[in-house]
């Protein structure tokens, strides 16, 4: 089932999601639902606060050398912890609800992730390159923030600016 992807600047994306303590199948049914959602979308990553859902649940599924996403390759990450944080690097990331906007962002360029899979055991993951980004887009949308936070000042004027124009003409 799809579900509908909440944009900016609804005060929804601003809340700290809970953790995740039942690993039932209704958990399975919303993350296969979340699967659906962000692949009509064309999105890489998808987490559960942005289809309205405030649980610490994320997925991911980054594209091949070819540029194929398929559902062998879906990651889902329930109450991650980052550690060991090495690096940094600069990326232009975009996000299902801030739509029609890329901006340069710094994250870390590797890190340990520690989580739960959908059954609710333990997996550690060594993140890097593109997976690093994603990981840490998704956890700061847990925490309730989103990457246009991240903006310089001059940036994020300008995003807001063009945001509020590209909205006025959607409507
Ligand atoms: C690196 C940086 C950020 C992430 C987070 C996941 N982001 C996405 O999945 C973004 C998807 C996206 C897709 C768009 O295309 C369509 O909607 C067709 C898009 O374009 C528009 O909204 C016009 C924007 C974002 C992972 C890795
Ligand atoms: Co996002």
New binding site residues.
């Given amino acids: 089932m799809l579900l509908p992807i909440i944009t900016y600047p609804n005060k929804q994306l601003k809340v700290r999601s809970a953790e995740v303590t039942q690993f039932d199948h209704l958990l399975h049914r919303f993350l296969d639902d979340m699967f659906e959602t ?1 692949m009509n ?6 987490a559960a606060i942005q289809v309205s859902n405030p649980i610490r649940a994320l997925i ?1 599924c ?1 594209p091949d050398e070819d540029g194929n996403q398929s559902k062998e390759n879906v990651i889902e990450i329930i109450n991650p912890t980052i550690h060991n944080p090495q690096g940094t690097v600069m ?6 609800s ?5 901006g340069d ?1 710094e994250r870390y360029e590797t890190l340990t992730l520690h989580y739960q899979n959908r059954h609710g055991e333990k997996c550690t993951l060594e993140a890097s390159e ?1 997976l690093a ?2 990981i840490q ?2 956890i700061d949308h847990l925490d309730g923030k989103l ?1 246009i936070e991240k903006l310089s000042y001059a940036r994020r004027k300008k995003f807001e600016k063009e945001y509020k124009k590209n909205m006025k003409e959607k409507k």
């Fill in positions: 962000m979308s064309n999105g890489i990553g998808l991911l980054i990326y232009q990331e975009g996000c299902l801030v739509p029609g906007f890329y962002v593109l980004i994603a887009h998704e990457f």
